[in-house]
């Protein structure tokens, strides 16, 4: 084995890794991250996809392009007058990557702060025996590093439309769409997710025409549908045009841009011309060049590594978590199994709840919700009540200039416990988070009801769609 030894080895840099080896740091093991992302000088760019081309860079697009929006069609409504509004798209992106330049360069404080030993390569395993694994890091130089404990956070990787692979130059996945360096005239997106309908709000603000080509016949089908009709709503009003129930045929690329053979819900053929495609179609488990196979790791039928509740793979003292795993692609459900696993390391109970993991989709509207959707709990038969609270009624809201959306509460009809809360409207990333604390304690509607929200707030439609569950809004 090799001399240099560790407790535990974290095999990623994303949020489920660099949390998972703080965390392993914090309750006194010798840790170290292996990571390979690069920055554009060739150095570490440690958050992996969330920092380097997923929620960060992202978030930082849509709050610039949202400015633009602002200044261009709303500003006028507030007395501000504007005029000569330009664009610069090049200033744009380097915003963005000097956002990202930060959260890469904190992540490497916080693993000099907590004495996370970090190695900048491609760790693979080499081979077992009584003590723990071998693991090559291939980087500036080969080396080698022992663990007891080893931690797989690798991610994921996006799904490559069959036939269509990505050039990053007019195939885009999510990383070239945070790339592009001119607003494309035309932008058609397949899929109709969370990264394809954020990507699809930064361009159309910026002034694309965008198409959505989304392969169900439901739009946002994961989400309550009587929210996600709400989405929609705004949607088509803002001009996003979104395609459902299509079925995409050949994909062209070339000098002029992208040729899109697809098929409407009629069943009609039609052809779309594009200068860009981005294809967001979900993500892949990432586990090339780990060679699990040298070890006898175990992959199911998707890729990801196969793991028990407690996140165990079937080695001994080898662990994964977040995109590589089973359960929802989220970076804040790696950051808590990472958090899980260490003190399950440390002989601790550390623990999950998915029922309690928050969803957001940062379009304007915002979409954020928690727990059952109301044709979850139909299908299972349970008896439930529903209370909704318009944005519309708010006083904050209405200062805001911006009323679209609701806050909709879900509760056991028997005991009234909150079996699912689901928003759609101004800063709802946020609002979530009193739900998902009621959630998790159990709360039923008619204790959030009976708390006290600040005036004005757009938290009071959190209380009132909670009101609404018993039928007594006291604004609506």
Partial sequence: MSDKKFDVVVIGGGPGGYIAAIRAAQLGFNVACVD???????????????????????????????????????????????????????????????????????????????????????????????T?????????????????????????????????????????????????????????????????????????????????????????????????????????KQGLKIELGVKVGEVKSGKKGVSIAWTNAKGEDQKLDVDKLIVSIGRVPNTIGLNG???????????????????????????????????????????????AVAERIAGQHGHVNFNTIPWVIYTSPEIAWVGQTEQQLKAEGRAYKAGTFPFLANGRARALGDTTGMVKFLADAATDEI??????????????????????????SEDIARICHAHPSLSEATKEAALAVDKRTLNF
Avoid at 102 to 117: A, E, H, P
Avoid at 424 to 443: D, H, N, T
């Fill in 293 to 339: 196979e040298a070890v006898g790791l175990k992959l199911d039928e998707r890729g990801a590594i196969v793991v028990d509740d407690e996140c165990k793979t079937n080695l001994p003292n080898v662990w994964a978590v977040g995109d590589v795993v089973r359960g929802p692609m989220l970076a804040h459900k790696a950051e808590e199994e990472g958090v």
């Fill in 419 to 444: 079996l699912g809360v689901h928003m759609v409207g101004p800063q709802v990333s946020e609002l979530i988070s009193e739900a998902v604390v009621a959630m998790e304690f159990k709360a039923s």
């Fill in 132 to 236: 723990g694994y071998e693991l090559k890091v291939a980087g500036a130089a080969e080396e080698s590093i022992s663990a007891r404990h080893v931690i797989i956070a690798t991610g994921s990787n996006a799904r490559a439309l069959p036939g269509a692979a990505f050039d990053e130059e007019n195939i885009l996945s999510n990383d070239g769409a945070l790339r592009i360096g001119n607003v494309p005239k035309k932008l058609a997106l397949i899929g109709s997710g969370v990264i394809g309908l954020e990507m699809g709000s930064v361009w159309r603000r910026l002034g694309s025409e965008v198409t959505v080509l989304e392969a169900l016949p439901t739009f946002l089908g994961a989400v309550d549908e009587q929210i996600a009709k709400e989405a929609k709503k705004a949607f088509d």
């Fill in 36 to 130: 390979e992302w690069k920055n554009g000088k060739g150095g570490p760019a440690l958050g992996g996809t969330c920092t380097n081309v997923g929620c960060i860079p992202s978030k930082a697009l849509l709050q610039s392009s949202e400015h633009y929006e602002h200044a261009g069609k709303h500003f006028a409504d507030h007395g501000i007058k504007v005029e000569g509004l330009g664009l610069d798209i090049a200033k744009m992106l380097g915003r963005k990557d000097t956002v990202v330049k930060q959260n890469n360069d904190g992540i490497l404080y916080l693993f000099k702060k907590n004495k996370v030993s970090f190695f900048h390569g491609r760790a693979s395993f080499s081979k077992t025996d009584d």
